[in-house]
């Protein structure tokens, strides 16, 4: 899965020490699941402890600022500590919260948001948007390893670049828990799984989407068994050859967001969460308010997932993709929703911006950057004077920077939401809107 960060804080020049067990006390949860004690001032982090708990536990490393800690054993149980539901999450990277209550994570999510903002001024509530804590993935990358003939089909494992081999795994959505153990089945009988580098897998309102990335390239012959499998399970099989970077097909796969067929390229971005997303979409579109008089700017619009929703309020959208091949499935979504006053404009945000972005005449902007936020972008953003800016993340660090330049330009927060898009993991998205 591509969005983990580091599971385990770090410390800087790391000492390995062999240290007898001490015993600590618990005071807060790192939003990656990790206990933080104190001790004479100084922070030891310990594995997988809750606030709350006391543990026996063993420092093995020690660094200038902190220490790192593996608990041996629990003296005292936090409230929130559950039993994790899958069995391979002591191991599997892909989740880092299940020993804790699904509430208490999304508590945990909320006060590690208002941690990261700080520095802003906000709202007294922050707002949660919530959906099932399972059967939630609609995307998904697999890794496929190959070693001594023995293959290992899963996620990257929690503390190292291992792979975890992984015959169910409760977070993808019901209808790729149904097809996964099956085709992992299949390819474990073959030897071409040898030549596969990840399996990626996709669930739309078409079905289900396999794409096999090879490493090395694989014959059609070969191919073949697991074609004839794949058509008899009523699933699409698409072979990602070693120099392709992208499959392309001709009927783009689809989903529907607010009563609109939004059109993609199976490796295109999508929402990967579709519960959240139709919440996310439908409260952008409230906290907009938007009427005909608008005119609003889409940034990091994708093929649409935003922009047609807007284009369906608002007097004009003018909606920005750096992506071209984006940019025309953008265009041709727009079409097909017969919205005319949606335009798609190829540009790269973190460069200077083109004069038809530059003249914008626009009243409200929708942000929806990467990781690295859309700093780059602020200053023409500013220039541009939209009365609000709502602002999509999945980078809670970045959006309070943005957000702090924002606020020192004339704006203040008036909205925020945690939206909870991926349970069970470290992972915070979050909604923010800011008035002039
Ligand atoms: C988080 S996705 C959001 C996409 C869309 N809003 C959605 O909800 O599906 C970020 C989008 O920004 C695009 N992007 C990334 N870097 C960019 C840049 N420098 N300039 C413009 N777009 C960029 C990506 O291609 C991607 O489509
Ligand atoms: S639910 Fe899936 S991603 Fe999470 S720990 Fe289990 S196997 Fe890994």
Redesign the pocket.
Known sequence: MKHRSNRRARPSQDKPISSPIRTFTIENTTHEGHGVARENGKVTFVEGSLAGEQVEARVIKEGRQFNQAIPLKRLQDSPARVQPPCPYFEQCGGCQLQHMAVAAQRDLKVDWLKGQFRKLSLPDEMSRLEGHDFGYRRRARISVFVKNGQAQIGFRAKSSNTIVDIEQCQVLAPALQTIYPALREQLIATPLVAKLGHIELLHDEQGVCVILRQSRDVSESDQQPLDDWAKAQGITLLWQVPEQKKVAIDAPRHYTIDNLALNFQPQD???VNAEINQAMVAQAMSWLSLSAEDVVLDL????G??SLPLAKRAGRVLA????ES?VEMGQSNAAQAQLDNLEFLA????QAPPNRLKKAKITKALL???RAGAFEFLPTLVRLKPQQILYVS?NASTLARDAEYLVENGFRVTKVCMMDMFPHTSHVEAMMLLQK
């Open positions: 971005f999508i929402q990091f619009c994708g093929a997932n935003f920005v993709e750096a992506i984006m540009a790269d945000l973190t929806d950057p990467p999945c």
